[in-house]
């Protein structure tokens, strides 16, 4: 059974960086594509971005265009990290891992971690 724990969230100020972690359990870490997603209040869950096993990651447009997160995996260590730099309030979410061998698919998702950014 695979699972997926986060960590790395918190109470950060505006302009702060994060990474979080998204730990991979029960499979080869490098067989899963993982996805990160995040969900604010109020708002329907959003796409950030995936990586492949091999590394190649992508994102979703808009965010891509602003240049502040960045996907990243350590196979050896079976996490996938997700940075988020010059964070805004408007980044407040919970963040959620999700992971599936096939694209676009995601059966296996982390309870997900709390990331507060504080004007």
């Known amino acids: 059974q695979v699972q997926l724990v986060e960590s790395g969230g918190g109470l950060v100020q505006s302009g702060d960086s994060v990474k979080l972690s998204c730990l991979i359990s029960g499979r080869s870490a490098n067989s899963l594509i993982v996805s990160w997603f995040r969900r604010a209040p109020g708002k329907g869950r959003e796409f950030i971005g995936r990586?492949?096993?091999?590394?190649?990651?992508?994102?979703n447009d808009d965010l891509r265009r602003e240049g502040r997160f960045a996907i990243s995996r350590d196979n050896a260590k079976s996490t996938v990290y997700l940075q988020v730099n010059d964070l805004r309030p408007e980044d407040t979410a919970k963040y959620y891992c999700?992971?599936?061998?096939?694209?676009?698919?995601?059966?296996?998702w982390g309870q997900g971690t709390q990331v507060t950014v504080a004007t």
């Open positions: 990586i492949g096993g091999s590394g190649t990651s992508d994102y």
């Open positions: 999700a992971a599936d061998i096939y694209a676009g698919a995601y059966s296996y």
